[in-house]
């Protein structure tokens, strides 16, 4: 149980900081004519329970003198969610090495 908690953490981790830096490439072009940044979209990945996963939908360049679609406000807050969401799995992550070590204790 503590390796696939252990395996549920890391895809957090590593979920939330794409995810993260998703909202950073948005907010450091959000002067930029044209940028269309990408929506960010989490799904849990097979097999049941067994972590997450994000999905991004592409970015493009609009033509023209358009302004940047980029909504600084959404970006700043999701930024805080996501780091927020990393937090939550490293603590995921910590607990199961702290629960494993106790089983492994135990066992010796």
Do not use: C, W
Request: hydrophobic share 40%; charged share 10%.
């Amino acid at each position: 149980m503590a390796i696939s908690a252990l395996h549920i953490g890391a895809s957090g981790v590593t979920a939330g900081l794409s995810a993260l830096s998703n909202s950073a490439h948005s907010i450091a072009n959000a002067s930029t004519q044209g940028f269309q940044p990408a929506q960010v979209n989490f799904r849990e990945s097979p097999p049941a329970g067994g972590g997450v996963s994000i999905s991004l939908q592409g970015q493009q360049l609009a033509a023209g003198d358009q302004p940047s679609a980029t909504n600084l406000a959404s970006d700043i807050t999701n930024s805080l969610v996501y780091k927020a969401q990393t937090q939550a799995s490293l603590s995921v992550i910590k607990t199961s090495d702290e629960t494993l070590g106790s089983l492994l204790d135990i066992k010796a």
